[in-house]
């Protein structure tokens, strides 16, 4: 048997939901602390891996705080210390981390948050949408979505090596839709706690604050003379990250199997019409485009994995051949113009020279539920716009009531 198969044979297959499936990967990866305040719906992943420690499964110092910028607060004291840290939480939790998320990133402290996506207020709302990663997205954390259970615990184990390569050192944010992956239950294959624990490795950070006769400052105050070459070699470490991500990805498919990139192409080859989409509504997108194939259309889907680095060239080539695309936002930008998603894949296109029919958005805020009907109207939208010359509303709402 290959090294592979061997592997493969001593899998787990599990039914988790998507919270349970993460905390197992941190119970593997076993991080050093994990400072947390609860919100729903991350709720559940404090809760068991405080559980696991509880019951002697891992050796982590768990820190219950006030609030949620207390959570990152303390994650940046300890992760600045030398420990290996994580943290978890949703919605207006992340909100209340903003100050500090700007500073975990600019200090460039590899810590990995589980974010489970969930809409901000107002008004009051405890669904899904992407509306508070997308508020991150420029704090300088790198972002990794993900479509099911399976892809959360796999992106959470892939998350520390590259935060914690030399090229990067920039933190993580692992996200996963609110109550759609993270409470349903799916069959998912954990790996071996021994293969896991060998692919997280173990943190040695070059300088750190409790490293004796080494002295570092953290959180210096930045005089104009260092302020943007700092901030220029944030951008780089980002830009390092696109290589890193890909080179992680590859020792996970050797170690598990299951393979990894910057997006994942579904029955795109020859397809003239492809959906843009990201986290669990690319399943419902891709059952629509395998019923369109059926009818004869040629009809494809493009799921968004990595959205910090934001791989414009590649989406760009990944489109290149085709007639027309729907750019998925579940998230409202509120520029009188688009999604976020629909700013920076169309502006990945015109640099990269891709003059295709683009048409953005905005799908699913709340909650709302998206289905195949819905995805394949939006496909007959973009048809219609190609062969018909149909004009195309730019912006539009799916499934927005009267």
């Excluded at 998507?18 to 719906?41: H, K, L």
């Excluded at 609110?178 to 293969?195: K, R």
């Excluded at 750190?208 to 951008?235: C, D, R, T, W």
Aim: hydrophobic residues 40%; contains cysteine.
């Amino acid at each position: 048997m290959s090294n592979l198969e061997i592997i493969r044979s001593r899998e787990i297959k599990e039914r988790m939901s998507g919270n349970e499936a993460v905390s197992y990967a941190i119970r593997q990866v076993e991080p050093d602390v994990m400072p947390a305040f609860p919100i729903t719906p991350s709720t559940e992943i404090p809760q068991m891996v405080s559980a696991y420690i509880a019951n002697g499964q891992m050796d982590t110092d768990f820190i219950p705080v006030e609030s949620e910028h207390s959570a990152m607060s303390a994650a940046i004291g300890s992760e600045a210390a030398g420990a290996r840290t994580m943290t978890a939480t949703s919605s207006a939790g992340l909100a209340l981390m903003w100050e500090e998320l700007l500073l975990a990133a600019s200090n460039r402290l590899p810590i990995v948050l589980t974010l489970v996506n969930r809409t901000l207020s107002g008004p009051i709302n405890i669904n899904c949408d992407h509306s508070d990663g997308m508020g991150a997205r420029d704090t300088g954390w790198i972002q990794i979505y993900a479509e099911d259970n399976q892809e959360v615990y796999d992106n959470y184990i892939q998350a520390y090596p590259i935060a914690e390569d030399p090229r990067v050192h920039l933190p993580v944010m692992i996200c996963q839709d609110g109550f759609i992956t993270s409470h349903a239950v799916q069959n998912i294959c954990l790996l071996e706690d021994e293969s896991v624990k060998k692919f997280a490795g173990t943190y040695e950070p070059e300088e750190f604050m409790l490293n004796p006769g080494k002295p570092v400052s953290v959180g210096p105050y930045s005089i104009s003379n260092y302020e943007m070459e700092a901030k220029k070699n944030q951008e780089t470490a980002m830009e390092n990250a696109r290589q890193v991500i890909l080179e992680v990805a590859e020792k996970f498919e050797q170690m598990s199997g299951r393979t990894y990139g910057f997006f994942e192409e579904y029955r795109t080859e020859d397809a003239d019409y492809i959906m843009l989409i990201m986290g669990s509504a690319a399943g419902t997108a891709k059952e629509a485009v395998d019923e369109l194939r059926e009818e004869g259309w040629k009809a494809g889907v493009l799921k968004l994995r990595v959205f910090r680095p934001f791989p414009e060239a590649e989406i760009a080539e990944a489109l290149r051949n085709c007639k027309a695309v729907a750019i998925m936002d579940r998230c409202e930008s509120y520029n009188g113009n688009g999604g976020p998603l629909g700013s920076e894949v169309t502006a990945g296109l015109y640099r990269n020279r891709v003059f295709i029919e683009a048409v953005n958005y905005i799908y699913g805020l709340g909650g709302r539920d998206f289905t195949t009907d819905h995805v394949k109207e939006v496909f007959a939208e973009l048809r219609a716009a190609v062969e018909e010359g149909t004009p195309v509303q730019q912006h539009k709402y799916v499934n927005l009531r009267g």
